[in-house]
């Protein structure tokens, strides 16, 4: 669904959840073709058993690329992504969990080089099926103002 938010129109301590996406084998071997990630705490069972969550575990980079591409149901045509901060990898997702993901905005700052935009800092929890936070990056939006706020 398509909208046009300003950055007026974004107010610090707003939160949304998206929809939750379950994490299947696929999802983890083709990330690993993708990316050229193929370490074997992704792919090896064996391996895995014998390591500290006694399993295979999802990539990170893979948790991020599926959580933040949760959030785009909602796509505001006035704003872009302008980059990503504080990427950390706090528990591991398994073959099974369902991720989701909750957004809540941290800052609004006018853009010094160009008034006529802001960014927005929305702070992204990709939670497991237990609510548990997994993964936590931080969303910069480059975002249009309100013409008549120029």
Excluded: W
């Excluded at 980079?61 to 796509?75: K, N, S």
């Excluded at 398994?94 to 008034?115: Q, S």
Aim: charged share 30%; hydrophobic share 40%.
């Amino acid at each position: 669904m398509a909208e046009k938010t300003y950055f007026e129109g974004y107010e610090i301590g707003a939160v949304r959840e998206t929809g939750g996406r379950t994490i299947t084998e696929t999802d983890i071997v083709v990330h690993a073709g993708h990316t050229g990630d193929f370490f074997p705490h992704h792919l090896d069972e064996e391996f895995a058993r014998k390591g500290p969550f006694g399993r295979r575990i999802a990539h990170g980079t893979m948790l991020v690329a599926i959580g933040i591409g949760l959030t785009a149901g909602r796509v505001n045509e006035a704003a872009f992504a302008y980059g990503y901060d504080k990427v950390r990898f706090i528990r591991p997702v398994f073959i099974g969990d369902t991720i989701r993901t909750r957004v809540t905005v941290l800052e609004k700052v006018i853009d010094a080089k160009n008034p006529r935009r802001g960014r927005v800092t929305e702070r992204c929890e990709i939670l497991n099926q237990r609510s548990e936070i997994v993964v936590l990056v931080d969303q910069i939006l480059m975002v249009e103002r309100r013409p008549d706020a120029q």
